[in-house]
């Protein structure tokens, strides 16, 4: 059974970094498209990054140059380094599987539970 | 980067009715497209894939269709489960993800 328990989330502030983890069971991380996606308060769904089974990156605009993707694989762990936080950036941030086969990568296909993220003063 | 533009941002309903969500792209994703139902405080769950695919163990009062530009979800017999929010989401490759605003479909 796939697996994903992100943990990591906190209060902290603005200027500030954090590092999300995204512990995976049942399938390996490594031979796998893995993806961020946050939930502002209240608001709906915005894809913040995601990296290929190669190792392959991409992000969104609003958090190029500050978010990093990054896996463990001897751990089976995603992870997602967040700098320079800012009050925008609050938000419950989810973990996701990406079903992927040598054509392309297409939709997440399991998310974990979630972790919530707070910038504030 | 592809927009999606969902219609209509609440929907009011019963038990019973038949619904219809609408997604726009801003450009063609062919059938690149995804519906996920979303209950406070969960995660996203998977419901139609390729625009019209179910997801396995998802209920067939669910169905989906269109392509190109225009999408639509369809609950056939609305549930008191069903009561709850959903999103569109595109993949086409050569564009960002980007979901819809969501749809709220709450009891009438």
């Known amino acids: 059974e796939v697996q994903l328990v992100e943990s990591g989330g906190d209060l902290i502030q603005p200027g500030g970094s954090l590092r999300l983890s995204c512990a995976a069971s049942?399938?390996?991380?490594?031979?796998?498209?893995m993806g961020w996606v946050r939930q502002a308060p209240g608001k709906g769904l915005e894809w913040v990054s995601f990296?290929?089974?190669?190792?392959?990156?991409d992000y969104a605009d609003s958090v190029k140059g500050r978010f990093t993707i990054s896996r463990d694989n001897s751990k089976n762990t995603l992870y997602f380094q967040m700098n320079s936080l800012r009050v925008e950036d609050t938000a419950v941030y989810y973990c996701?599987?990406?079903?992927?086969?040598?054509?392309?990568?297409?939709?997440?296909?399991?998310w974990g539970q979630g972790t919530l993220v707070t910038v504030s003063s | 980067d592809i927009q999606m533009t969902q219609s209509p941002s609440t929907l009011s309903a019963s038990v019973g009715d038949r619904v219809t969500i609408t997604c726009r792209a801003s450009q063609s994703i062919n059938s690149w497209l995804a519906w996920y139902q979303q209950k406070p405080g969960k995660a996203p769950k998977l419901l139609i894939y390729?625009?019209?695919s179910l997801e396995s163990g998802v209920p067939s009062r669910f169905s989906g269709s269109g392509s190109g530009t225009e999408f639509t979800l369809t609950i056939s017999s609305l549930q008191p489960d069903d009561f709850t929010t959903y999103y569109c989401q595109q993949y086409h490759r050569y564009s960002p993800y980007s979901f819809g605003q969501g749809t709220k479909v709450e009891i009438k």
């Open positions: 390729k625009a019209s």
């Open positions: 996701g599987k990406i079903l992927s086969d040598s054509n392309g990568w297409y939709q997440f296909d399991h």
């Open positions: 049942g399938f390996t991380v490594s031979s796998n498209y």
């Open positions: 990296i290929s089974g190669g190792g392959s990156t």
